[in-house]
């Protein structure tokens, strides 16, 4: 059985950045298509980015193009997130999830990360 693990998030100040890990284990990541998730307060739950697992096809919401990258180490089954010029509305919870065909709808997730927070705050 898959797990998802996610680490990295935390406080950081407007401007700055983090780096989310998103660990697998019970399988091998790089044969599914992950995409990360994101979810604030009082709002649904949206994707934001995703990795095909067939060609390494990445795509990003306009809100985070250009700041935040999407990665793949296959070696440590490993899913990354860098989120640099991070705003406060970049504040939620971040969980990975195996997207099927980077579809990004949350109710066809097949499998969730337990999420990690980040707050973007002065």
């Known amino acids: 059985q898959l797990q998802l693990v996610e680490s990295g998030g935390g406080l950081v100040q407007p401007g700055g950045s983090l780096r989310l890990s998103c660990e697998a284990s019970g399988d091998n990541l790089a044969d599914y298509d992950i995409s990360w998730f994101r979810q604030a307060p009082g709002k649904e739950r949206e994707a934001i980015s995703c990795?095909?697992?067939?060609?390494?096809?990445?795509n990003y919401i306009d809100s985070v193009q250009g700041r935040f990258t999407i990665s793949r180490d296959s070696a440590k089954n490993t899913v990354y997130l860098q989120m640099d010029s991070l705003k406060p509305e970049d504040t939620a919870v971040y969980l990975c999830?195996?997207?099927?065909?980077?579809?990004?709808?949350?109710?066809?997730?097949?499998?969730w990360g337990q999420g990690t927070q980040v707050t973007v705050s002065s």
């Open positions: 999830a195996v997207d099927d065909y980077c579809a990004g709808y949350a109710p066809r997730v097949r499998f």
């Open positions: 990795i095909s697992s067939r060609d390494g096809t990445r």
